[in-house]
Nanobody, 115 residues
Framework: QVQLVESGGGLVQAGGSLRLSCAASGTIGRNNNMGWYRQPPGKQRELVAAITSGGIRDTADSVKGRFTISRDNAKNTVYLQMNSLKSEDTAVYYC?????????WGQGTQVTVSS
């Protein structure tokens, strides 16, 4: 079993920055993919960015150049640095870990960008 705990969400003005963190605990293999998804109000959940344990990144076009995903394997933690935030970035952000056939989710953290 894997637990994911997110932190770092909040209210920020457009153009500002936030950094999300997600700490994983439990039975975690060395090879796993971690990532961030978001669900805007009234919309489906979508991938924001993901990173493999080897550091290969995948970033959504809508956030490229503004958001950066990174991870600290020693701490089993993944980060999402969000810069130049826009009102359309407002959403609940979920941490995700893919471990073999299993898919784990955090509880979500709200990010609200005011214009």
């Amino acid at each position: 079993q894997v637990q994911l705990v997110e932190s770092g969400g909040g209210l920020v003005q457009a153009g500002g920055s936030l950094r999300l963190s997600c700490a994983a605990s439990g039975t975690i293999g060395r090879n796993n993919n971690m990532g961030w998804y978001r669900q805007p109000p009234g919309k489906q959940r979508e991938l924001v960015a993901a990173i493999t344990s080897g550091g290969i990144r995948d970033t959504a076009d809508s956030v490229k150049g503004r958001f950066t995903i990174s991870r600290d394997n020693a701490k089993n933690t993944v980060y999402l640095q969000m810069n130049s935030l826009k009102s359309e970035d407002t959403a609940v952000y979920y941490c995700n870990m893919k471990l073999g056939f299993y898919n784990y989710w955090g509880q979500g953290t709200q990010v609200t960008v005011s214009s």
